[in-house]
């Protein structure tokens, strides 16, 4: 298992910018895809953006492409997502995650193949 803290939520208005940061510890990080989700108030948690072990391979949410950028600094341990543009329905706790197993060859978005998260920060996006 590692652990994940994330950090850097907060409240912003509309068309401002956040960085999120997800610290891990406790096992080999980069040898894992990380992902963000988010869950806003009465809905479901979902997909925001994902990174591959290597940082070679990132995929994005729909909702978030061309706003939102995931990176990570294995020596840091750390995977961060720079929200930019944000629009009130940004509005969630934002989890950040790691896979089950090291060394995937494909992205996942699907919860089930996460095995660490974190516990939340939250952002509020005022309009």
């Known amino acids: 298992q590692v652990q994940l803290v994330e950090s850097g939520g907060g409240l912003v208005q509309a068309g401002g910018s956040l960085r999120l940061s997800c610290a891990a510890s406790?096992?080999?990080?980069?040898?894992?895809?990380m992902d963000w989700f988010r869950q806003a108030p009465g809905k479901e948690r979902e997909f925001v953006a994902a990174?591959?072990?290597?940082?070679?391979?990132?995929a994005y949410a729909d909702s978030v492409k061309g706003r939102f950028g995931i990176s990570r600094d294995n020596a840091k341990n750390t995977v961060y997502l720079q929200m930019n543009s944000l629009k009130p329905e940004d509005t969630a706790v934002y989890y950040c995650a790691a896979t089950k197993y090291p060394f995937r060859a494909a992205i996942t978005t699907t919860e089930s193949d996460f095995g660490s998260w974190g516990q939340g920060t939250q952002v509020t996006v005022s309009s």
């Open positions: 406790g096992r080999t990080f980069g040898d894992y895809d």
């Open positions: 990174i591959s072990w290597s940082g070679s391979r990132t």
